[in-house]
DNA sequence: GTAATATAAAACCACTTGGTATAATATTAC
DNA sequence: GTAATATTATACCAAGTGGTTTTATATTAC
């Protein structure tokens, strides 16, 4: 039945709401650009932006709930790194309708030819 | 000074925000398959879901706002259709980093080799 | 041991979000 | 004109989000 047969896709659905949502935060993405020159704790993360560490640290609680980044506890530190693998998944959403969109685009120019030829 | 320095910054996080968080929604992310198929209607593209038309407007709305949606109104139906350009955004936000994280990602496997192998 | 440090947890608050039901607006059909 | 249709607007609600302050927990330094 159709329940079973869909429950993959809800699980990618779940990822992906995850996924889009942590980028979907100014701090998240820029946290992310600093770990994408190297690995940081907490703190260092933290102390660029203006706001208070459990406020920092609940952004990175959303990046690691995303899968965008893993923790290593060493001691009393926190080392937190990159991990790109799952913006593969959000570059494998892109690709995967960018056909249709090229396509859409092309016969939207079409369309938008024999009409009123706005700023499209 | 700064303040002007990063204006456009801001107003391309803005943009940012708002692409992300709308794509972060299973429901929209839906419609955008739908109109990659074909420019639908407001209602043609609420009918698929388990929601009140109001409720698929607002989300329409959403995607019309983050850029991804362009609205034509033709007497009383509102013809709407996908606006690819947007998605650039997102790619170009992807291959900007990838960069950066394909490295990141070597230097954390030689990172992971001299410590616990977990599945990374 | 005590004190300092790095971090999370809990409780709280204002704002946003995703939904509802109902009302309003504009267009088409009769 | 009136009635039906397609859609938005408004008011509301529950849950989620992004922030705070305060408290707790481990670890390191002394």
Redesign the pocket.
Known sequence: MKGTATRGKVKRDERLDRLF?AL??R?RRSMLRRLARAPA????L?EPF?????????????LERAGLVN?R???????CSLDSRQLGEVRRWLDHYQRFWDETLASLARHVADDAGDDS
Not at 50 to 62: E, F, I, Q
């Open positions: 949502r979907g935060d701090t704790t907490v703190g260092e933290a203006d706001m208070t560490l459990p406020a920092a640290s609940k952004h990175l609680r959303v923790r506890i060493d001691g009393r530190v926190h080392r």
